[in-house]
Antibody
Framework: EVQLVESGGGLVQPGGSLRLSCAAS????????MSWVRQAPGKGLEWVAN????????YYVDSVKGRFTISRDNAKSSLYLQMNSLRAEDTAVYYC????????????WGQGTLVTVSS | QSALTQPASVSGSPGQSITISCTGT?????????VSWYQQHPGQAPRLVIY???KRPSGVSTRFSGSKSGNTASLTISGLQAEDEAVYYC????????????FGPGTRVTVL
């Protein structure tokens, strides 16, 4: 059974940092591109970042470039999102997802972890 | 990065068919038949229902189908059922030669 389990969310002050983790199982993590997708409360989905299997390619939405860093540890089947200089508008549920890059599809999703940026 | 447009809401009676549109530009949807569609029920993670414009993942009902014309992709749900009530999102490349993606704003489907 495929599982993606996010953790690390919580309340953080504006300007602060947070690191999200996603533990994967049930599929070949090391052979998969991975993504983070977020959803602000009551709003739609927003793609955040993609990372290649060997970390040699990373892509970000403009609004997080220079502040967020996606990374992975294939030995631990884990995906990460380091979030710095957090803003109120980064408040969202963050989902970890497996992505088929060329087909633009997210086939496996976690249940998400909530990040709240507020003073 | 480009933006996709979807109607805010669509409704239909049980058994009817509905169609949700997703309009982009010649630089995204118009250039590729690679639109994917996701169904999201309240409090749940999104679920893939259509990919590469018109393909269904294993386990997705044949009542879901996709198509494309020009810069607009469409998701059709036939034989509408109460369980289809959800928000539906389209997703595409954000432009040429990029692995940056964009989601549509979502369409709330109501079963009357």
């Amino acid at each position: 059974e495929v599982q993606l389990v996010e953790s690390g969310g919580g309340l953080v002050q504006p300007g602060g940092s947070l690191r999200l983790s996603c533990a994967a199982s049930g599929f070949s993590f090391s052979n998969s591109w991975m993504s983070w997708v977020r959803q602000a409360p009551g709003k739609g989905l927003e793609w955040v970042a993609n990372i290649k299997q060997d970390e040699s390619e990373k892509y970000y939405v403009d609004s997080v470039k220079g502040r967020f860093t996606i990374s992975r540890d294939n030995a631990k089947s884990s995906l990460y999102l380091q979030m710095n200089s957090l803003r109120a508008e980064d408040t969202a549920v963050y989902y970890c997802a497996r992505v088929e890059l060329w087909s633009v599809l997210f086939d496996y999703w976690g249940q998400g972890t909530l990040v709240t940026v507020s003073s | 990065q480009s933006a996709l447009t979807q109607p805010a809401s669509v409704s239909g009676s049980p058994g009817q068919s509905i169609t949700i549109s997703c309009t982009g530009t010649s630089g995204d949807i118009g250039s590729y038949n690679l639109v994917s569609w996701y169904q999201q029920h309240p409090g749940q993670a999104p679920r893939l229902v259509i990919y590469e414009g018109n393909k269904r993942p294993s386990g997705v009902s044949t009542r879901f189908s996709g198509s494309k014309s020009g810069n607009t992709a469409s998701l059709t749900i036939s034989g509408l059922q109460a369980e289809d009530e959800a928000v539906y999102y389209c997703c595409s490349y954000a432009g040429f030669n990029t692995f940056v993606y964009v989601f549509g704003p979502g369409t709330r489907v109501t079963v009357l």
